[in-house]
């Protein structure tokens, strides 16, 4: 992170937007049900949220980025196997970003 900011004093465009970004995935994550509400405030930042979370695992990014809209793929996850897909790959991003 220290070689996309340019100065230590000011805080850069990245760090910003992975506080926003995994401040509404927690919230997202830890709220008591799911709504499409939620999905379209938090779609946008997947990529980005896999991307600071997984590094350099590609195939990994890719498969939990693929989970989250799987899961997302109707208006609300309608069975068991849907919502089993969206905890994984929520527990995945959050521990990824610890």
């Known amino acids: ?32 049900g799911t709504h499409q509400q939620f999905y379209s405030w938090y779609n946008y930042s997947f990529a980005f949220l896999a991307d600071a979370a997984l590094g350099d695992w590609h195939l990994t990014k890719l498969v939990v980025v693929l989970s989250l809209e799987t899961a997302w793929s109707v208006a609300k996850p309608r069975n068991a196997y849907q919502s089993y897909l969206l905890n994984f790959a929520h527990i995945i991003l959050l521990y990824g970003l610890i």
């Open 1 to 32: 992170i220290s070689q996309l900011c340019s100065s230590s004093r000011q805080m850069c465009q990245y760090k910003k937007l992975l506080i926003i970004f995994s401040s509404n995935l927690i919230g997202v994550c830890f709220s008591r």
